[in-house]
């Protein structure tokens, strides 16, 4: 069974940086694609970033040239670098398997991301 664990989320002021993790398990990591996604207060789950078995990056708009998706097959880890964060950015980030662009697997619990102004 897939097992994915974000971690690295906090209260940081607007301008300040964060890096997610997500440690997986129970799959053959280095062959999948894999996003982080996001859920702010009231609203439904979008998606920010994916990183393909290649390395192939893929961005949503609001977060193109802030955020930075990369992963260390090593560890079973996926990674999101968030720089120059904004208040709208606040939500909670959780990381899945990708299966033509979309969702695979049961979510984790997520990692609170909020910045204040």
């Known amino acids: 069974q897939v097992q994915l664990v974000e971690s690295g989320g906090g209260l940081v002021q607007a301008g300040g940086s964060l890096r997610l993790s997500c440690a997986v398990s129970?799959?053959?990591?280095?062959?999948?694609?894999m996003g982080w996604y996001r859920q702010a207060p009231g609203k439904e789950r979008e998606f920010v970033a994916s990183?393909?078995?290649?390395?192939?990056?893929k961005y949503a708009d609001f977060v193109k040239g802030r955020f930075a998706i990369s992963r260390e097959n090593a560890k079973n880890t996926v990674y999101l670098q968030m720089n120059n964060l904004k208040p709208e950015d606040t939500g909670v980030y959780y990381c899945?398997?990708?299966?033509?662009?979309?969702?695979?697997?049961?979510w984790g619990q997520g990692t609170q991301v909020t910045v204040s102004s």
């Open positions: 990183i393909s078995n290649g390395g192939r990056t």
């Open positions: 899945n398997r990708l299966q033509y662009m979309e969702p695979r697997d049961s």
């Open positions: 129970g799959i053959i990591f280095s062959v999948y694609t």
